[in-house]
């Protein structure tokens, strides 16, 4: 695992979805192989702490440490201070646990002891164990509004705390025309070693567009010679997890997995849908876009690591 | 309970040993009557919290939330938090529990919002129920450092981290010739209703001395009509809790409840001691100082209601 690598392949990242595609390729590939990029336009200042909730999600999976059943969160996670907080009349809508709580107060400190989000993250991540690098698409703010029916909210505000139900008419990321993209993924997508761009099955509105939106990211990817793979966040019509399929509805976008290849549009070099899907690869490729089927639902940790193989075959 | 109060009680206090017996004058009083200024000096900024052991102490235990056999924090308290920030590297000599963290996390973000400590202390003490006036001593930072044989150290890296073990040779405050006494402190202790001031059994040095000292206040509790009765926190020859008796004895001091007395001197109207030093009433006489005996170990809620009813006999 010390040898230096023979090739790169780079993940892009939202929370869940892509955390676990992120877990299937940790275990198909070298640990030295593997980067993943996570979106922080979800990132927030709760109760004066810095959350980073893709960041987390993706390097909670990859050590083990998340929460199966739930879908976010952490394993064995215990709840002492939301009850302790709803007491006191502070906020409880955002579901803090009590170990991850940890992760938030070392976060807050390193970053006010003047360390970049990029070294907490690798701190955070050294000390959970983990060997692959996981890195924030930028160390400056960014962050997601929703524009919807009652007004503009923040990415949290939706997500969690209103649980998506306002429609939604179009995003706004505060910061991204002034943020710079992680040094070290532009560094990536110039690397003749990189083989490829994996844009992990993640929604395509608030977890992938902050990435590409960066400043000059979108350039970079398109002038890289690393093929760009996308897997389809959408399946059969519907969104595996989150709001995504919902948000094309409201944005009125068919909901379907085409229209998510669409959306990415020349950007990418392959398209992966579910074998359920069959029927819209003439569609796909009448839009020049390449296209594979497989089966995409990752229940299990067989599903995972078939999802990373497939992909990984395709470069 | 609405009706205005027929006289004023003021208790200064530290934390556990005076906690007890602030819990005793508020069962054995109306709660309108009881005021309870707290002292802050050892409150500090830990993983980016502000935490302020004195108040909260005497908050949970008013409250009926103490945990009683540990002899700090909260019942029922549990330790996820602490258990993951192990594994992330980050502090953990501060046993921070995890509904203990709803506080802190709660003070924190309305001090930011820009609540004076005492706004801050009103709202946690209504949130749990308390009808009695709990107040920090100042609104103002003010940091206990402690001058050891091996430097000097913040008062809780003395306290929690070291154990109390270095040998002190002295104590300063920092901020607190610039900090302001607690205005409605200053207020009380102006007005004639106020009856007595009631220096609880705590640790001379590092609990009520930071009130004494601030600015103003010595003068105003000698001018004040008000009864100044001091209960003494060396029983025996031994500190009830706490490292009262270690300091006095490295200051080259006589471990005695006399010895209390004559620290204080003639700010006292009146010393309370325990009647297993009966012997020492003779020698605290001679200091001018009144005295009276009682048993003032305070193990049972019971011990506790008694030394209240019995320091407020002696108004």
């Given amino acids: 695992m010390n040898n230096p690598a023979q090739r790169k392949i780079l993940a892009l990242s939202g929370g869940v ?37 893709d960041l987390d999600t993706v390097m909670y999976t990859l050590a083990g440490l998340n929460n199966q059943e739930q879908g976010w969160g952490l394993a064995g996670e ?23 709580i940890a992760t938030h107060l070392r976060r807050t400190e390193l ?25 924030p698409m930028s160390d400056d703010p960014v962050r997601t509004f929703v524009d919807t029916e009652q007004g503009e909210l ?47 099955p993640s929604n395509p509105f608030v977890s992938v567009d902050p990435i590409l939106k960066l400043t000059g990211v979108t350039e970079a ?33 068919p909901v379907t997995a085409d229209s998510v290849a669409q959306y990415y549009g020349d950007l990418l070099d392959l398209f992966v849908i579910d074998e359920s899907d069959a029927t819209l690869v003439e ?19 067989e599903d995972r690591e078939h999802l990373a193989r497939f992909v990984l075959e395709q470069v």
Same sequence: chains 1, 2.
């Fill in 154 to 200: 923040a990415f949290q505000h939706y997500f969690v705390r209103e649980q998506c139900a306002p429609a939604v008419r179009g995003f706004s990321f505060k910061g991204l025309e002034s943020a710079s993209p992680n040094p070290a993924l532009l560094k990536l997508l110039n690397d003749d070693i990189l083989q490829a761009v994996i844009i992990c």
């Fill in 283 to 301: 569609s796909i490729k009448q839009m020049g876009v390449a296209v594979a089927t497989t089966p995409t639902v990752m229940k299990t940790i």
């Fill in 111 to 135: 970053l006010a002891n003047g360390k970049t989000l990029t070294e907490v993250t690798t701190e955070l991540c050294q000390q959970l164990g983990l060997s692959q690098t996981l890195m």
């Fill in 17 to 53: 979805g892509g955390a676990k595609l992120a877990l299937g390729l940790s275990r198909v590939m070298a640990a030295n192989e593997l980067t993943i990029v996570a979106n922080t336009a979800d990132d927030f200042e709760h109760l004066g702490l810095h959350i980073s909730p």
């Fill in 78 to 100: 215990t709840w002492s201070m939301l009850a302790a907080m709803k007491q006191l009349g502070g906020e409880t809508w955002f579901r803090l646990g009590d170990r991850d």
């Fill in 221 to 253: 990817l398109k002038r890289s010679k690393a093929k760009v793979i996308a897997v389809s966040p959408i399946v059969s019509g519907m969104a595996i997890k989150g709001p995504a399929a919902k948000m094309m509805k409201e944005l009125s976008m």
